[in-house]
């Protein structure tokens, strides 16, 4: 499996709930599931479960899994190790579905992030003090912070999608990263243009 790039508007709307998005993670590598089992993880009932699993499936972001099951319930089955987009290549038809994907994502990463801090203290040491919250500023133009950004993407390429030589010990690990204007500062600039 591989990662799958969304470059479509019914993908990309598709994945533009919370929900969606969790299904889609707990779905990688080609994992299956059923509507019930993915219910636990997301939250909801097996039948409000089952409306985004086929609303995925329409997407043609997962798929029926074949050779399980016992034919009362349907599995689904995740079709790509990751997903990813770039709002570059987005059409401005696309826009407004990306602004929508990026308001889900940011909402599963909140929760994923609230997951994390309630189960905390019950990491191992070694994973407790591993972990990370981080915020910094810094000063950059849009290129430097553009430059910035791939070259976070380029140290983390390295463990992604590990699948051989993965060392004892490992787990899979959520890196956040998030790079934002100051929004006080980008409404100076707008005020004083005017």
Do not use: C, N
């Amino acid at each position: 499996m591989e990662r799958l790039q969304i470059t479509d508007s019914a993908a990309i709307r598709a994945l533009s709930h919370p929900v969606r998005l969790a299904i889609i993670s707990r779905l990688d590598k080609g994992r299956s599931a059923t509507a019930t089992e993915l219910a636990s993880v997301v939250g909801l009932s097996p039948g409000a479960t089952s409306y985004h699993l086929r609303e995925l499936a329409k997407a043609g972001l997962i798929r029926e899994a074949q050779g399980r099951g016992d034919g009362r319930e349907r599995v689904w089955q995740g079709l790509a190790d990751a997903f990813s987009y770039d709002s570059d290549e987005l059409t401005e038809e696309q826009r407004d579905d990306d602004y929508d994907l990026l308001g889900a994502m940011i909402g599963w990463q909140e929760a994923q992030t609230r997951q994390f801090y309630a189960r905390m203290k019950q990491l191992p040491r070694d994973w407790y003090d591993a972990s990370m919250f981080f915020s910094t500023r810094i000063t950059a133009t849009a290129e430097e912070l553009r430059e910035l950004t791939l070259r976070i993407r380029g140290l983390l390429a390295d463990y992604q999608g590990r699948v051989e030589q993965v060392p004892e010990g490992s787990r899979k690990v959520t890196v956040l990263f998030r790079a934002l204007p100051d929004e006080t500062e980008i409404t100076e600039e707008a005020a004083s243009a005017e």
